[in-house]
């Protein structure tokens, strides 16, 4: 009995477990400790009798000396614990760099008959099936290259099996979500390998080896070999997972409900369902919203990968309609267009929510059900291809119409800055009269958005929601929404000046002795100066810690309910409303970092902020 092979354990192992726990924990969701118990059973029972095996037939053994001596199926006990240990460290390292993946994305539709997925699958296949048959001939010989073969043969099986199942997953996913949690661990384990366990562990059998060495008196190659395919093994199960789980969120037509914890049943029809049953439209849909949303707000694509399932998909789709829509309006070349643009948005809500529509030939029909061709058409003859995919997928069954209308109108108080002399109070006044238009504003086009993503997270966590709970968050959430509107005025001060917004109310401005015109004058001069106007700019940041003075008491005021909402997004909107105010934070630290005349958070803050949020209330 010794205590050598349990100190490899304690000094290398579980050290690495208790960290990536750590780190995972706040991220952690029933489905991911699902997903590691599910891996791990697999991987300890399909283990089990292979390694059973090589002991029985002297291939490998333990010197008694180094082991407690619990045993199961003459397996020392501190062997199955590294089936275990392995499997949940190079598994949560998969999870962690895979957070912000959203699955749907990499899915692939195969197009019936030739296609170059079918040559990738058969690659694949023909090498993992030769190497099996080589596998074969090495046990078959039973030299020093059997232990080799023995590994082959139990490996590769399971992983052409994987292959087969989620291969164009396997390719189509980021290097960093694959070759990553597969290359770390095991460079690990084999350096682990090298320094601890030259002192004799464990033996391998010398008639049974080929006495190769990975590097000159160290590493044999078996041991090699052993610890690259586990960690293969382990991720491609992940993957293989992964790939089930994106196929059920992601086509409701095929599978309109979906539990949080699909049975194992439920996994493997989604893996088996052909790719050419696949919704094209909607896969290349979703990868333009993901794209929108990475490269236009950092804050709400970092939230986004703290949601989960079918929540995460429609509010990525809601952002890419706001950010569609506030888009075609912003960068209209005139008022004119921005006006035809909000005409045209609202024309496509009057379609989703209206009764009938009149066709071509005066025939009325409704646009929801079977004839919703016509809308298609009208969206195809009126938006270009960037847009439509969004309008297409936007959710609006389980969104209000309230909320999106009012939206628009916020979107139109923009339009009365645009055109000098238009605006309701003179040359660059725009419609922000006083600290209750603001207010109004801020309503319109974010409380707005507030109230849509919570709609849509009680739709998809509806259960013990009582009407009058569900009304109160909608209050703070839709204050919550101001709090973010006035953090993204402070910071947009100048960007808003140098376009002849200004949103500040002019009561604020004449307490700086300042008007509209002279405040955009103003910024407009201290754009490229070397010298900034101190005085000047002592003014623009009173006027900006005014703003967030606002921001932070709608904040404050509202914060609290965000732990009312269901479990399973209260955390990710904690997330989503912390790094927004981050921003606000930053803004109000002396020497604040800026990008393109706009304030960055730093991405290790951001990082840090987001992991924190998920912990709980600040
Ligand atoms: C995680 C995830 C994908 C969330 C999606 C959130 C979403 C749908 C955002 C839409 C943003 C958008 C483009 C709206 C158009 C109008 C607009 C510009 C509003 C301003 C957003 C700023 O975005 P950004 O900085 O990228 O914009 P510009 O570059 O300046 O153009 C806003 C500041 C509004 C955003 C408001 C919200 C997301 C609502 C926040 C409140 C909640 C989530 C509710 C919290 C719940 C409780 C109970 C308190």
């Not at 001596?69 to 614990?81: A, D, K, N, Q, S």
């Not at 029909?365 to 079977?370: A, E, T």
């Not at 955009?520 to 005014?546: C, H, P, W, Y």
Request: net charge positive; charged share 20%.
């Amino acid at each position: 009995m010794g205590y050598d092979y349990a100190l490899v354990h304690l000094t290398y192992t579980i050290p690495p477990a208790v960290l990536l726990s750590l780190i995972y924990w706040p991220l952690s969701t029933r489905l991911d400790v699902y997903r590691i118990l599910f891996l791990i059973t697999i991987a300890v029972v399909s283990t089990i009798p292979w390694d059973s095996y090589l002991i029985r037939h002297n291939i490998w053994s333990y010197p008694e000396d180094v082991v407690i001596g619990w045993t199961l199926f003459r397996i020392p006990l501190e062997e199955v614990f590294f089936f275990v240990i392995q499997t949940y460290n190079a598994g949560l390292l998969y999870l962690l760099l895979n957070k912000p993946v959203l699955g749907s994305v990499h899915l692939v539709r195969e197009k019936p008959g030739r296609s170059k997925w079918k040559y990738v699958k058969l690659s694949g296949s023909i090498a993992l099936a030769l190497a099996i048959k080589k596998g074969i001939e090495f046990v078959r010989q039973g030299k020093e290259r059997t232990y080799l073969g023995l590994i082959l043969i139990w490996a590769l099986p399971f992983l052409f099996l994987l292959w087969n199942l989620a291969y164009q997953f396997l390719v189509n996913l980021p290097f960093t979500s694959t070759l990553v949690p597969i290359a770390l661990p095991t460079a690990y384990l084999w350096l682990v390998d090298t320094w601890a366990l030259q002192r004799g562990t464990w033996v391998i059998s010398s008639g049974t080896k080929t006495g190769l060495h990975l590097w000159p008196g160290s590493l044999e190659v078996e041991e090699a070999l052993f610890f690259s395919l586990t960690n293969c093994l382990i991720v491609f199960g992940l993957v293989a997972f992964d790939n089930a789980i994106a196929v059920l969120h992601t086509f409701p037509a095929h599978f309109p409900r979906v539990p949080e914890l699909p049975s194992p049943m439920l996994l493997v029809k989604a893996l088996l369902l052909p790719a050419a049953a696949y919704n094209d439209d909607r896969i290349l849909g979703l990868q333009r919203c993901v794209a929108r949303l990475r490269a236009k707000s950092r804050s709400f694509y970092l939230a986004s990968s703290a949601f989960q399932g079918r929540l995460r998909i429609d509010l990525i789709i809601l952002y890419s309609f706001c950010r569609v829509a506030d888009d075609l309006i912003d960068n209209a070349e005139s008022t004119a267009e921005a006006k035809e643009w909000v005409g045209k948005l609202k024309q496509y809500l009057d379609y989703c929510y209206g009764g009938a529509v009149k066709t071509k030939d005066g025939r009325e029909i409704s646009p929801r059900d079977p004839n919703q061709g016509v809308v298609t058409q009208w969206v195809m003859s009126q938006f270009l291809e960037d847009a439509r995919h969004t309008l297409f997928m936007l959710p609006t069954e389980r969104l209000g119409k309230e909320p999106l209308y009012e939206l628009l109108r916020g979107f139109e108080m923009d339009l009365e800055f645009t055109g000098s002399g238009e605006g309701r109070g003179g040359m660059v006044g725009g419609p922000i009269k006083t600290e209750q238009d603001l207010d109004v504003y801020g309503a319109r086009v974010a409380g707005t958005v507030a109230l849509l993503c919570i709609q849509l997270v009680l739709y998809h966590y509806p259960e013990g929601m009582k009407e009058e709970k569900a009304k109160r968050l909608m209050k703070a959430g839709h204050d919550m929404g101001i709090a973010l509107q006035y953090t993204n005025i402070a910071r947009d001060l100048e960007v808003d000046a140098r376009n002849k917004r200004v949103y500040v109310p002019p009561g604020w401005l004449k307490k700086e002795k300042l008007t509209p015109e002279s405040f955009v004058s103003g910024v407009l001069k201290q754009g490229g100066a070397k010298d900034q106007d101190e005085f000047f700019m002592k003014k623009v940041n009173t006027i900006r810690g005014r703003l967030l003075d606002r921001a932070f008491e709608f904040y404050h005021r509202s914060r609290s309910a965000i732990e009312e909402l269901p479990p399973e997004a209260s955390g990710a909107m904690r997330v989503a409303v912390e790094s927004y105010m981050q921003i606000g934070r930053e803004l109000r630290r002396p020497g604040w970092k800026s990008k393109g005349g706009r304030a960055t958070v730093p991405v290790g803050t951001r990082l840090w902020v987001g992991w924190r949020a998920l912990l709980g209330p600040r």
